[in-house]
Structure formats: structure tokens, C-alpha cells
């Protein structure tokens, strides 16, 4: 990369997980040089092991494929973007029944080569301890931003940080499961045989249920309250919700009939294939903060699981956000400062997806207004468009993270459907209004003529 020439467009994007590494490709793709910031493998968070960029630290799972669940339609739409995340989901998948997984290890490896051979992209492997204070800069940190940086960014948003504790789910090594017991099979046969079954009696189940109640588990820091994401919440603390909020939750054996007697057992612990080799997998639904002894303890009750050797335990880790109705524009910038934009899990959005998804679109409205240039929004009735619009929308007061959901999709006019017919509208509806936007984008960020700066976006 020719490093020397300081007269062209440039920006900054501090961290280089999903988000970061989108917004850095996407501007770069757009003709901007980038200064990409990753402080690994100098300083590790908590969660992370891997040197790797776009490292995935819970579950290797990007949820749901088919266009009825909204994320499904998320990454439909960042595909047809040529966005960097969906060629190395595509490129490393591996059988997930009607879920996207991806090899964890082969992802991340297909995207820091990608970052590190793009010409316009230079690649710093160390730590900024504060938002540089000059220039356009894409904050894209994690929900595991360091204590320096996340000071510094309190200071900048002029708002009291949020948080919760994200917890994450144990890795077992296939060959330890006993497949005597155990079985691989999709929920009602869909998607052939993708997971690994272990069945439970009901009083396995409810001796479980005690063990979890009872078990160890590493506390909370004193002066901080554990407030948990409700889509990852630890299963010890869905035991505490009452004895059967897991048999109707993660360990619901509906459709899953054992092969030895042909019935369906009182509940069942559901393992999914986490690398390509199918030699890891995760326990679904089984994130905790148990002690590491006691996960060992306990997982091993399991039936098929006595003898499990596990080769990532669970863990909890807090995940800082910022309160982005009160402190971000449409664009993804900062309200006192439009130099800062933010991008991913820090701006609270949830899960995978919506990360690279928030970091796509940062990429995009930086190098816009890096180049002078007008950067359309996508429409409100596409994934992209309803996950700023709950960024932008929501209430400040309660202001929480959120995956993507149809929820957040403006409603369809007409004659009333019925759920399924009504959410595959909406991706209908979504992917039909995503070219034209994105084609406007093209035309506006790339070709045409710079333009004046765009009014500031009122709240």
C-alpha cells in the first residue's frame, strides 16, 4: 500500500471485529485509504483467544437462513451488498439444519486475509486508548471496549454508559459424546442430521434443574449490577425463572423423537456442529456463568455427556453500549460531534449479524461524508433501514439491545395475513425496496459529483 501520499480521503475505525472490519472494507471498496486499529494480540478482552480479526467469541451460529425470521432477511440484504461478511459466512459454512453456521476459525482467518491484502486498508495492531481527535473516525470498539477507551468514550457521548453481561455457551469435542445415547437429528426431521440430541427423563430433567439452582457461580463485580441480555440469558439463571422454563425453552424435545424407543423424551439437550470438521460442537441455549468445576460437574449429568472433555468453557464477560437514541443521528454519528460515527454491539445492536450490519452501513456514511458526497438511508422497509430505526427511534429511557425482528419492520398495508405469510411479505417487500437504495447508493457515494454536506438529521 502506498503509504505516502496524504492528500487522499482518509478515516479511522478503532477495532477490528465484525463491525470494524465491514466499515474499514466498505470505505476502502469506496476509494477511501483506512487506518484500521486492532489492540490483539498485544491485549486480550476477557472473551477473546484468537490474533484473528472478526474473531466470533459465543456461539458460531448467524441464526436463522430462511427470509420468516427477519435476520434471515438481514443477511439476504448484506449478500446482495457485497458485503465482506456474507462472502466469508458463504465461503465457511458448515450443516446447521435451517440455521447459517460457519467454520468459527475458517471465518475469521477468510476475513483478516481479506483486510490484510486490500491495498487501501493499513492494518495497526495496537491499542488507542482514546477517539483520535481529529479526523473521521468509526468507533466500532465491542461491546468489550477497554476501560481507557470506554472512559473516553463516556466522556465523549456526555451520557452514563449501559451494559449487561453477555454469557458464553461451552464447546465440546465430538469424539467425547456417547452416541449410545445421544443421536443426530433436526428438529421434526428439517434440515437433515445437524445436531446431536441427549435425551433427559423427567427426573435427569429435574435433578438437572436443582443442580443448576444450587451450583456455584462466578459473582458479579460489587459496585456493578449483572443485567442480562434476554436472548443470551446463562442457564442457571432460566432455572431460577421457574423448574420448566427450560423444558419449554433451549431443552424442548418437541420434534425430537429418541431413536430407541421412538418417543420423545422429557427434554433434551441439543448440541450444534461448531467447525467444518465437525469435531467441536456447542450446547445450544447453554451459555453460563457457572464455575468452570462446576460446568464440568454439572454438563457431565447430561446423558451422552458423562464423559465429555470440552474444549471451550463457559464464560461471562460485560458488554458495554451506548445509549444511541440519545447520542447518534440517523448516519450513525455523533450528535455533538459528526466527525464520530459508531458502529456495532457498542451502538446496541445484538448478535453477529447486526453488527456487520451496522458496521456496513457506517462504511458507508463515513466515506460519504469523507468524500462530500449525500449517503441516502436505506429505506425503513428493509432490514437495513429497521435496524437504524431502532437505534434512532427507540425510547432513551429505556434504551436496550435488540436482535432484528419483523417487529421493527413498518407494517404492511392491506388485507391481514397470517404470521408466516405476513413476515415472508415483508422480506418480499424489503428485498424489492433494497435495490433501488442500493443502486442510489452506488450512484451517489461513487459516481457522481461531490456534494454539498448534508443537513444534520433532527431527532
Not at 57 to 66: E, F, I, K, T
Request: some cysteine; glycine content about 8%; proline content about 7%.
Amino acid at each position: 500500500m502506498n503509504q505516502d501520499n496524504r492528500t487522499e480521503p482518509r478515516i479511522t475505525v478503532i477495532g477490528a471485529g465484525l463491525a470494524g472490519c465491514e466499515a474499514a472494507w466498505q470505505a476502502a471498496e469506496l476509494g477511501l485509504r483506512v487506518t484500521l486499529h486492532e489492540m490483539k494480540p498485544h491485549r486480550f478482552s476477557p472473551a477473546h483467544q484468537s490474533p484473528q480479526l472478526a474473531e466470533l467469541v459465543c456461539s458460531n451460529s448467524l441464526r436463522g437462513a430462511g427470509m420468516n425470521n427477519a435476520v434471515g432477511c438481514l443477511k439476504e440484504e448484506l449478500r446482495r451488498c457485497a458485503a465482506l461478511f456474507m462472502q466469508a459466512a458463504d465461503a465457511t459454512a458448515v450443516p446447521a439444519g435451517g440455521a447459517l453456521a460457519v467454520d468459527r476459525e475458517a471465518f475469521s482467518d477468510f476475513i483478516t486475509e481479506r483486510i490484510s491484502d486490500h491495498p487501501r486498508i493499513e492494518l495497526q495492531r495496537s491499542e488507542l486508548a482514546c477517539v483520535p481527535a481529529e479526523g473521521t473516525t468509526i468507533v466500532a470498539s465491542g461491546p468489550l471496549t477497554s476501560d481507557a477507551l470506554a472512559a473516553d468514550i463516556a466522556r465523549i457521548t456526555g451520557s452514563e454508559h449501559l451494559y449487561f453481561y453477555d454469557a458464553i455457551a461451552p464447546i465440546i469435542e465430538a469424539d467425547s459424546i456417547d452416541f449410545g445415547i445421544a443421536w443426530k437429528a433436526s428438529r421434526y426431521g428439517r434440515g437433515g442430521d445437524d445436531y446431536v440430541n441427549c435425551p433427559l427423563s423427567r427426573d435427569e430433567y429435574f435433578a438437572f434443574i436443582e443442580a443448576l439452582k444450587t451450583a456455584e457461580k462466578v459473582p458479579g463485580k460489587d459496585f456493578e449490577k449483572v443485567i442480562h441480555f434476554e436472548g443470551c440469558m446463562p442457564v442457571e439463571e432460566m432455572a431460577e425463572r421457574g423448574d420448566m422454563t427450560l423444558a419449554f425453552g433451549p431443552m424442548k424435545p418437541v420434534g425430537l423423537p429418541d431413536p430407541r424407543t421412538g418417543r420423545e423424551p422429557f427434554a433434551v439437550v441439543q448440541l450444534r456442529q461448531d467447525n467444518l470438521h465437525a469435531t467441536l460442537f456447542n450446547m445450544v441455549g447453554f451459555q453460563t456463568k457457572l464455575t468452570w468445576p462446576e460446568q464440568r460437574r454439572i454438563f457431565r449429568t447430561i446423558p451422552g455427556l458423562q464423559n465429555a472433555r470440552f474444549a471451550r468453557l463457559g464464560s461471562m464477560h460485560r458488554n458495554t453500549f451506548i445509549n444511541a437514541p440519545s447520542c447518534l443521528d440517523q448516519r450513525l454519528r455523533l450528535e455533538t460531534d459528526p466527525r464520530l460515527f459508531f458502529a456495532g454491539q457498542i451502538t446496541g445492536v445484538e448478535g453477529y449479524v447486526e453488527s456487520a450490519a451496522c458496521g456496513f452501513l457506517a462504511g458507508l456514511f463515513a466515506a460519504a461524508q469523507q468524500l462530500g458526497r449525500s449517503s441516502p438511508l436505506p429505506p425503513a422497509t428493509t432490514a437495513l433501514g429497521a435496524l437504524l430505526g431502532h437505534l434512532f427511534h427507540s425510547s432513551p429511557e429505556d434504551f436496550q439491545p435488540m436482535n432484528i425482528n419483523y417487529g421493527l419492520f413498518p407494517s404492511l398495508e392491506g388485507r391481514k395475513r397470517k404470521r408466516a405469510e405476513r413476515r415472508l411479505a415483508m422480506a418480499e417487500r424489503a428485498l424489492q425496496d433494497l435495490e433501488p437504495w442500493r443502486q442510489s447508493v452506488l450512484a451517489h457515494i461513487s459516481d457522481l459529483p461531490a456534494l454539498p454536506q448534508e443537513p444534520r438529521d433532527e431527532a
